[in-house]
């Protein structure tokens, strides 16, 4: 069964935004810390941040300042606001659930 399904990928220009939300399935979630990571072209996959259930949160030092991550429990959501996206951003962004379960990934592209 689908744990976790990501969306709000897509192709934007570089110093624009994006808004990832991933929806869990599980009434879990709202004790379980959650992750974002992506994974560019040729590169490994790579921790972009991290909010705890309740609410503690943690970023990679290259999104520090242009990315936030949020929750919202009751919704079973954990989102991704992405703001003065740069190209080095292009990557598949994959939600995670501190449980042991992965989303299948969305697609974001940041062009200029």
């Known amino acids: 069964q689908v744990q976790l399904v990501e969306s709000g990928g897509g192709l934007v220009q570089s110093g624009g935004s994006l808004r990832l939300s991933c929806a869990a399935s599980?009434?879990?979630?709202?004790?379980?810390?959650m992750g974002w990571y992506r994974q560019a072209p040729g590169k490994q996959r790579e921790l972009v941040a991290t909010?705890?259930?309740?609410?503690?949160?943690n970023y990679a030092d290259s999104v520090k300042g242009r990315f936030t991550i949020s929750r919202d429990n009751a919704k079973k959501t954990v989102y991704l606001q992405m703001n003065s996206l740069k190209c080095e951003d292009t990557a598949v962004y994959y939600c995670?659930?501190?449980?042991?379960?992965w989303g299948r990934g969305t697609q974001v592209t940041v062009s200029s």
């Open positions: 599980k009434s879990i979630f709202s004790i379980i810390t």
């Open positions: 909010i705890t259930s309740g609410g503690t949160t």
């Open positions: 995670y659930q501190y449980n042991g379960f």
